[in-house]
């Protein structure tokens, strides 16, 4: 059977007179006398289909039409259906354009009731959202971030492609954490005990000292005890990795990444940023950068107790951001905080001397977050390329040398200075599709809760 001729994006009013075969889904039915107007969705919109008795058609044909007409008013939302009609012009359906039903395949009745108000008249929690996923897809706002995400996805590569960096794929199953051994997600494998990857990090070090500019985009593990909007369990992560680079020259790739993805959504995205209702932020470069002591200051001058040395956590963030936005120091709500201390970032971060932060004296880092508003998009640093250096800061952080050897090894065949970030894609989704949950970024979320669908 030939399911369909044409999207139904692609029916106007320019072809009225033509007869066209569309698929997709009952999405609503409603009966007026003797008439049936039946709503269909596919992936592109949706139309409107009028089912009446023809005046000059056979009896035989008014009877087959009478029949139609009762099956159609009988169908039950979100069955799969293949539909028949003529092109009409209308000025009152949207686009201007209507089909005059001719004919009805039922490819697959749904079951009543639906566990999920697809037309999203009634709303529904997050959880009930997620639990139903697959009908919860079928609302056009739930395909409208996803696309955004694709099209997120389109616009890093085609960037980074334009800069001569080589799209590669490391291995998710690891002998030892990315991260220090941290949040490791255990696997069985033949026998031993494996790891779901964190991150791409010592693989796509090791690369620079072959292909020089490399980036990923995988999926990547955390075992994270953080039931918040903003954390999954499994996320994609965007990696970059660039040799001879330093921390400065990966943050003018990134600012540019994030302006190349948000320019995309306005001018390919519109459709679907109309969809959710969101304008994303105006982008100007460069991004603000502060320093983490400028940072602990602020943080400090608001009250908030923090250690020199400490990491930050939310409610410091959030206040920091509402200061940089009110002073004019981000840029559409983005900035850079660098310079962080060296013993809250990874061990393969570069150290960069010393800073006394509120009368302390701090060992500071090459290192760098990106933030939007209070919220991490993503982290990076110039990376040690000395493996003395590198063993050193194993064994300041109690961790065993011989146990990264696989790694250390290749340290000692001319490694190349280095730098790198990586960073959520689902979290860059938040300014940029203007959700509230990362999950709504996801197909089908994983976290400290959820393992189906």
């Known amino acids: 059977m030939k399911y369909r001729d044409v999207l139904i994006e692609e029916i106007t009013p320019e ?11 009952v999405h609503a039915v409603r009966r007026v006398g003797k008439l049936v107007f039946l709503i269909v969705r596919d992936f592109t919109g949706t139309i409107q289909v009028t089912f009446r008795v023809p005046k000059e058609a056979s009896e035989e044909e008014k009877e087959r039409y009478k029949e139609l007409i009762k099956k159609v008013s009988k169908l039950p939302l979100e069955s799969a259906v293949m539909v028949v009609g003529v092109v009409r012009r209308d000025p009152r359906a949207p686009r201007g354009v209507e089909l005059a039903g001719k ?8 079951k009543s009731p639906l566990p999920l108000d697809v037309a999203g008249k009634v709303d529904a929690h997050i959880d009930t959202r997620l639990a139903n996923r697959p009908m919860d897809l079928r609302r056009p706002e739930s395909q409208a971030v996803l696309r955004l995400v694709s099209l997120a996805a389109r616009a890093i590569r085609e960037y980074l492609y334009d800069l001569n960096f080589t799209e590669v ?15 490791l997600v255990p696997v069985f494998y033949f026998g031993k005990t494996a790891y779901l990857a964190q991150s791409p990090q010592l693989y796509k070090e090791l690369l620079t000292s072959s292909l020089e500019y490399v980036f990923e985009i995988a999926p990547a593990w955390r075992h994270e005890e953080s039931d918040t909007p903003y954390h999954l369990a499994e996320f994609i992560s965007v990696d970059v990795e660039m040799a001879f680079a330093d921390y400065n020259d990966v943050m003018k790739v ?5 302006k190349r993805v948000i320019d995309y959504a306005r001018e390919r995205g519109g459709r679907w940023l109309e969809v959710l209702g969101h304008r994303p932020p105006e982008v100007a470069l460069p991004i603000p950068r502060i320093t983490y002591k400028e940072a602990w200051e602020i943080i400090k001058a608001e009250g908030f107790d923090v250690e020199p040395g400490e990491d930050f956590g939310t409610p410091e963030l959030r206040k920091l951001s509402e200061v940089l936005e009110k002073e004019g120091k981000t840029s559409g709500g983005f900035y850079f905080i660098v310079d962080w201390p060296a013993d809250v970032r990874p061990f393969y971060t570069k150290r960069k001397g010393s800073d006394v932060v509120g009368g302390k004296e701090v060992d500071l880092s090459e290192s ?3 933030n ?20 050193e800061e194993l064994k300041r952080r109690g961790l065993s040398p011989e146990s990264f050897e696989w790694y250390l090894k290749w340290f000692d065949y001319g490694m190349p200075p280095h730098a790198g970030w990586g960073m959520g894609l689902q979290r860059l989704m938040v300014p940029v599709a203007g959700i509230s949950n990362v999950r709504l970024a996801t ?8 393992l189906v669908p």
């Open 15 to 25: 072809m009225e007179g033509k007869e066209v075969r569309v698929a997709g889904w």
């Open 103 to 110: 004919d009805l395949v039922v490819l697959n009745e749904a």
């Open 169 to 183: 794929f490391t291995p998710k199953i690891i002998a030892s954490g990315s991260e220090g051994g941290a949040q």
């Open 254 to 258: 990134l600012e540019n990444v994030v």
């Open 368 to 370: 760098f977050d990106l």
């Open 372 to 391: 939007w508003k209070h919220l991490e998009i993503s982290s990076g640093s110039t990376r040690i390329h000395v493996r003395r250096e590198l063993e």
């Open 443 to 450: 197909t089908f979320p994983r976290d400290m809760k959820r």
